[in-house]
């Protein structure tokens, strides 16, 4: 298989939309027949940075790669960025506000989540100028 790029646009502060992005690169994952473990570790990932940048980034765009040997998932936004990098990959940190905290979200598990379900992880983040998440799930031979 050649690499498939998908790309998606992530609406800020549209809760009822949240999680399509994720939904629809599952389903694409299905159909390629990936492992359903790698399908669940790519939808944790992308669920939790689609949240993210729902919750507190006005939105951003997402990017899944697809290659035979892994998945790539590319997150950006132009929000506030991580002023405490530290901080936010603690479980329980969050930064979300009260509104955001009563639809359910903003447990602070977000970036923990995709830490502990990619193979790798890279988070550049400038305060006032946005965030790019970087994961890569290794998929077995």
Known sequence: MDKLHLHYEVEGNDFVAAGEAAGQMKRTLRQLGIDFEIIRRCSICMYEGEINMV????????????AKDKVTIVLEDTGPGITDMELAMQEGYSTATQDVRELGF???????????????????????VGTKVTMEINIPA
């Open 55 to 66: 919750a507190h980034a006005e939105g951003g765009s997402a990017d899944v790669i697809i």
């Open 106 to 128: 903003g447990a602070g598990m977000g970036l923990p989540n995709m830490k502990k379900y990619a193979d790798t992880l890279a988070v550049e983040s400038t305060p006032g």
